[in-house]
């Protein structure tokens, strides 16, 4: 059973590996690699860290599937649910596939960390370390099955979906801050100070720290305590397959329920196609539980992620919750065309429908997107702001709002990713496709359209003139029209010169026939070589470091002239240099997107002239 | 002897609407079994609750006397489904798909590579075996998934619009598999719109209309000497003779 699963998984694999797939898959195995070498590295200093550490690791399981878009499902449930096997015996059979990959031999390697440690413990916790690092492996990876079996079944009702987002993003805002947490732990020794007793207690409370428990205890010859972590982490393993198994049958034998709420703007399908079309994906937006979990993650992250500070008792970030709910929900709603599939033919055989389908599509993520951004936004100016935040987020917003109803336009026939079809979804809106880069390029695309605005409100406090200030308002709502205008209209007139292209993508999802290295038909670009390929993907997964945390960052924290250092390089310099170094990590990131965009559009044009020549 | 398969007073409800209201059904075994109905009347429902895909609210299903929800590993092995917008690996080609789900169910390498071959060559599949799932054709698709039903030999098929998209040699094939495998003793389930393709092929018919068994039996007592057709639009109770095009289409 496992076996022929495994098979399986491993052909499907195959046959769904192309050239950018590939380069991905080993861009993100080296990266895992080196992060797996840091882990080990980490057990030669302490305990306590190492502990941390591992509970990173297993969080990372919990919410990479989330990330990277519904997990791994080349081999599903679904493909048998006709087959006379029990499903206990199912989900142990899929649990093994689980097992082949990348991301499961990157994690032996980084709980093989473990042993490391064991080396001070003697043969007894040596021994210990061998049983318990596969150990290890296993709960991570059946935590984070049990993740996705939660999340698909529980996000099958509207009241799941929101909840899900929930969920979702509570867990990106905790990980967000923990790279802070950890940062600020070496910045503040730490290390050499060591961590408080109750930290050491908590990390090794967390079942990512129980290996860790056994092998000390080992060395201290506390048996009981070897068994009791042992024990524990087989147990929660055998639940968690348990509890996953009731799950996949709960999957397999009901369906999800679609219910018809009221209908939202009834009255603006009287008013011409492009009212016609906000009014269809207002519905769309209250109906698709893909998009209700999309939208509500995007709230939940800009609310929670201002709130959290609140922790440690600054309330500097609440202005601007309200920006962040529209960036975040700018970059989830990036592919607007796509979350509908091959619906798209609907426009085909409509030829000049195709300005009301965008500009109707920009105003309904307005009117969901812009109510809730603005009550944040005055909230929480009020309540955490001063004077001079006002023309900040009022412009910063106004200028985010315009920016992101143009890009979600843009970017969405532009840089399609191919999703499952709403009536093949199941109701799972983690099946959202690949957009992890697309996610990622829309967050620093929207807030480069808040420059302009965010330019002449920091003229207007640095000049101290409050007309200045304000005036980034009147900024902020002309470049937010301006973009959204102008976007919108090369998105409609993209859509209406490809719009061929974009459904045969959508239909072919670029698939690679077996046995030939050509892309079945539709993509509408050709193939980089494997070595460019690597080189463009390198560029745009770390293009960001320099361009955010190392440079804009650091320049907004100049500005504001706040006093944490964290790991931000320019702040640790002495002032000539403070500035320049961080204009310059800005610089290296945009020179890193510029050629992860050129690279490839230089390789298709001359791919096209060959063609064409030939 | 246990009826091939058994629905008894299946009952499922989709919130504020009764999808299907007690549908009891009884297949005999060695029978051609036809089921039809108007769209939406709950065909699919009452075929996805009677193979173990849908759990129902009320009721029971049995194959061959098993229980398909108390016993669904026994039941499920002596069925052969052809389900509705059925879900497949999409990244495998024809043959990987059915030698695995055979060793899956059981058969032993050789076994499921010879029936795959053979089950490929009979539908014509075997001509796209560089061919992924996904490529595939409405019509493929089905052929595919009624060669995964038919994989492990099971006594039983319920088939779910088998003929829906599969052009017409091709349904010939199919239709000629059928006969034979009906002959030799099994038993066939299927649903269809096409009310003269039930008639020629099906020895038992139902028509289920709005969630309820309207009439069921042998075909020659349903139809009552007359065609299937007439006698299943008085079943649902469809005004025929009235029937108009919009206004502006004719003009």
């Known amino acids: 059973m496992v076996g022929v699963l495994i098979a399986m998984k491993i052909r499907v694999l195959r046959h769904s590996i192309g050239g950018s797939r590939a380069a991905g898959m080993v861009m993100g195995g080296l990266a895992g690699l080196a992060l797996a070498v840091g882990t080990i590295v980490v057990a030669g200093i302490d305990g306590d860290l190492l502990a941390a550490v591992f509970a990173v690791w297993l969080f990372g399981w919990m919410l990479g599937p989330v990330y990277t878009g519904g997990g791994d499902e080349s081999v599903r449930p679904e493909h048998f649910s006709l087959l006379p096997v029990d499903p206990r015996k199912l989900a142990l059979g899929l649990l093994g596939t689980a097992f082949v990959g990348v991301p499961p031999l990157v994690s032996l390697v980084a709980f093989s960390a473990l042993v490391v440690y064991a080396g001070s413990f003697g043969l007894a916790g040596f021994t210990v370390a061998l049983v318990t690092v596969p150990l290890m492996v296993a709960l991570v990876v059946v935590l984070s099955r049990l993740m996705i079996g939660v999340l698909a079944v529980a996000v099958r009702s509207r009241t799941g979906a929101v909840l899900a987002a929930l969920v979702n993003a509570s867990m990106n805002v905790v990980l967000n801050q923990s790279w802070v947490l950890i940062w600020a732990a070496i910045q503040f020794d730490l290390l050499s100070s060591g961590f408080p007793p109750s930290f050491s207690a908590v990390v090794r409370r967390l079942p990512s720290g129980w290996g860790v428990a056994a092998v000390e205890a080992a060395g201290r010859g506390d048996w009981l305590m070897v068994a009791a972590a042992l024990l524990g982490i087989c147990a929660l393993i055998v639940l968690a397959l348990l509890v996953w198994s009731r799950l996949l049958v709960e999957r397999t034998t009901t369906r999800p329920l679609h219910r018809v709420p009221q209908g939202a703007g009834g009255d603006l399908a009287a008013r011409g196609p492009v009212g016609a079309v906000t009014a269809k994906e207002l519905r769309t937006w209250s109906r698709d539980l893909m998009r209700i979990h999309l939208l509500w993650f995007a709230v939940f992250f800009g609310l929670l992620y201002t709130l959290v500070p609140l922790i440690i008792g600054w309330s500097g970030m609440l202005p601007w919750a309200g920006v962040l709910v529209v960036v975040m929900a700018a970059a989830t709603s990036a592919n607007l065309f796509g979350l509908d599939g091959t619906a798209l033919w609907l426009n085909l055989v409509n030829p000049g429908t195709e300005r009301a389908e965008v500009r109707g599509r920009q105003l309904a993520w307005l009117l969901r997107v812009a109510p809730i951004a603005i009550v944040l936004t005055v909230a929480g100016t009020l309540a955490g702001g001063e004077g001079w935040t006002w023309p900040w987020t009022l412009s910063i917003l106004a200028a985010v709002l315009g920016g992101g109803a143009g890009l979600i336009a843009l970017v969405s026939v532009t840089m399609l990713v191919p999703v499952t079809e709403p009536g093949r979804r199941g109701g799972n809106p983690l099946e959202a496709g690949a957009v992890f880069g697309q996610v990622v390029l829309m967050l620093l695309l929207v807030t480069l359209t808040a420059l302009p605005a965010g330019g002449v409100a920091y003229l207007g406090d640095a000049l101290d003139l409050p007309v200045v200030s304000w005036s980034a308002v009147v900024v902020g709502v002309g470049t937010g029209a301006l973009l959204a205008g102008w976007f919108g209209r090369l998105a409609h007139r993209r859509l209406a010169s490809k719009g061929p292209e974009l459904l045969s993508l959508m239909r072919s999802g670029g698939t690679v026939s077996p046995g030939s290295r050509d892309v079945t038909a539709g993509r509408p670009r050709t193939r980089l070589p494997a070595r460019k390929q690597a080189l463009v993907t390198f560029l745009w997964i770390f293009c960001w470091i320099p361009l955010f945390p190392q440079g804009l960052v650091p320049l907004w924290t100049i500005w504001t002239g706040g006093e944490s250092r964290l790991w931000f390089l320019a702040l640790h310099l002495d002032d000539p240099w403070r500035i320049p170094v961080a204009v310059a990590f800005v610089v290296v990131g945009a020179v890193m997107i510029y050629y992860g965009t050129v690279i490839p559009n230089r390789h298709d044009r001359a791919a096209r002239r060959l063609e064409n020549a030939g | ?251």
């Open chain 2, 1 to 251: 002897m246990a009826a091939a398969l058994e629905l008894d007073g299946l009952g499922k409800r989709f919130g504020p609407k009764i999808a299907v209201d007690h549908v009891s059904l009884s297949v005999p075994p060695g029978s051609f079994y036809g089921l039809v109905g108007p769209n939406g009347a709950g065909k699919t429902t009452s075929l996805s609750m009677a193979v173990g895909l849908l759990r129902p609210d009320t009721g029971h299903a049995r194959v061959f006397g098993v229980d398909v929800w108390a016993d669904p590993v026994g039941a499920r092995a002596r069925v052969g489904v052809l389900p509705d917008g059925l879900a497949l690996p999409e990244r495998l080609t024809g043959r990987e798909l059915l030698t695995f789900l055979g060793r899956l169910r059981g058969l032993d390498r050789a076994t499921a590579g010879t029936r795959a071959g053979e089950l490929l060559e009979i539908l014509e599949l075997d001509q796209a075996e560089r061919t992924l799932v996904i490529d595939y054709s409405t019509g493929m698709r089905k052929k595919i998934g009624l060669a995964a039903a038919m994989l492990h030999g099971p006594r039983l098929l319920v088939l779910d619009e088998p003929f829906e998209a599969v052009d017409p040699v091709s349904a010939l094939t199919i239709r000629g598999m059928l006969r034979g495998f009906v002959a030799g003793g099994g038993s066939v389930v299927l649903s269809s719109h096409v009310m003269a393709l039930v008639e020629q092929l099906c020895d038992h018919v139902a028509v289920i209309d709005k969630g309820r068994v309207a009439a069921a039996g042998p075909l020659d007592e349903v139809r009552a000497g007359r065609s299937l057709e007439d006698r299943f639009v008085e079943l649902v109770g469809a005004d025929v003779d009235d029937v108009k095009g919009p206004s502006w289409l004719a003009s």
